[in-house]
């Protein structure tokens, strides 16, 4: 059955033949973490209780957040199996094919805002859009982070709360960025440890 119990062992199985991965419960992260949260995360199928899909995502830690997101990512192909025999050594083709090249590709600030960047504009999500402009903002890109928090004020709904909440703080970064952003930084770095905190991971690399 594929518990959270179960896809940790899974997890640590696979772990043990690749480099600088943690595990804890379905995820499966990169260490050291630093400001983004990359990795993998195993997620139930809703048809079979043998069955599970594996997302490869990258997560931004300055960004707000009380749960791990997978918007900025992607299932790799799947369902797989648990009672697979052959289980670990086909997941370990996937995920060395597919996932670390991505992985890899959003391993620094400016590697991790061009992806975001990229998915706002593929898909117009507001979560990376947003998230690339934080990115930017902490990567010393002033004008890609001006850019990206003026194109995000213009789309946001402020009606809608969670949207209101999200143009609060884009338009304190906004101000910030042009006035040279002194203050910028101490906030995106709260938000990050606050952020570790809500997801549990303050000490993941530090115990696995």
Not at 35 to 47: I, W
Not at 145 to 151: D, I, P, Q, S
Not at 162 to 186: D, F, N, S, V, Y
């Amino acid at each position: 059955m594929t518990t959270s119990r179960a896809f940790e062992a899974i997890g640590k199985k696979l772990a043990s033949h690749l480099d600088g991965f943690v595990v804890k419960g379905p995820l499966m992260a990169i260490c050291p973490i630093g400001h983004v949260l990359r990795g993998l995360y195993f997620e139930p199928s809703a048809f079979d209780s043998e069955s599970f899909y594996v997302s490869v995502f990258f997560q931004p830690l300055l960004v707000p957040s009380k749960v791990i997101g997978l918007n900025m990512g992607r299932r790799l192909p799947g369902p797989w199996n648990a009672n697979d025999p052959d289980l670990i050594q086909r997941l370990l083709v996937v995920v060395t094919q597919d996932a670390l090249p991505f992985l890899e590709r959003v391993g620094t600030l400016r590697g991790a805002a061009e992806m975001a960047e990229q998915m706002a504009k593929a898909s117009k999500d507001l979560y990376a859009l947003q998230a690339a402009a934080y990115l930017a903002t902490l990567a010393g890109d002033t004008a890609g982070a001006r850019e990206a928090l003026e194109r995000l004020l213009q789309i946001l709904d402020t009606k809608v709360p969670w949207q209101r909440e999200m143009a609060a703080r884009a338009k304190m970064l906004l101000q910030q960025t042009i006035e040279g952003h002194p203050h910028a930084i101490c906030w995106l770095e709260g938000w990050e440890k606050e952020t570790a905190a809500n997801l549990g991971i303050v000490e993941l690399c530090q115990v696995g």
